[in-house]
Nanobody, 113 residues
Framework: VQLQASGGGLVQAGGSLRLSCTAS????????MGWYRQRPGKQREFVAT???????AYADSVLGRFTISRDGAKNTVYLQMNNLRPEDTAVYYC????????WGQGTLVTVSS
C-alpha cells in the first residue's frame, strides 16, 4: 500500500488547512486510516482516525478543531484543520492499517503566531 500525503504549508494562527492522503488501493479495504504528527523534538503522536465503517476518533488536543473524512471514489482521506495553533506545527503523516501499518511520506504544517 502506498500513501501520498499533501496539503501542508505555512498558515497563521487561527487559519485553516486541509491535508489529503491518497492510497494506492481502496481505502475501504483498510481496517483504519488516520493521521499522526511529529512535532519538533517530540515523538510521533496520534491525531485522528477513521475506520472502515466510518467511526472516527480524535486526540483531545485537536477535538473540535480537526475533522477527518474520506472520499472512497478518490481513495482519499482528508484532515480538515481549523483554528490552527502554533503548537499544531508538525510533520503530519498519513497512516493505514491492514495487517500492518503503512505510512505516507509526511507533509509539513507550520503555524505562525
Amino acid at each position: 500500500v502506498q500513501l501520498q500525503a499533501s496539503g501542508g504549508g505555512l498558515v497563521q494562527a487561527g487559519g485553516s488547512l486541509r491535508l489529503s492522503c491518497t492510497a494506492s488501493r481502496s481505502i475501504f479495504s483498510m481496517n483504519v486510516m488516520g493521521w499522526y504528527r511529529q512535532r519538533p523534538g517530540k515523538q510521533r503522536e496520534f491525531v485522528a482516525t477513521i475506520s472502515t465503517i466510518g467511526g472516527t476518533a480524535y486526540a483531545d488536543s485537536v477535538l473540535g478543531r480537526f475533522t477527518i473524512s474520506r472520499d472512497g471514489a478518490k481513495n482519499t482521506v482528508y484532515l480538515q484543520m481549523n483554528n490552527l495553533r502554533p503548537e499544531d506545527t508538525a510533520v503530519y503523516y498519513c497512516n493505514a492499517e491492514l495487517y500492518q501499518n503503512y505510512w505516507g511520506q509526511g507533509t509539513l504544517v507550520t503555524v505562525s503566531s
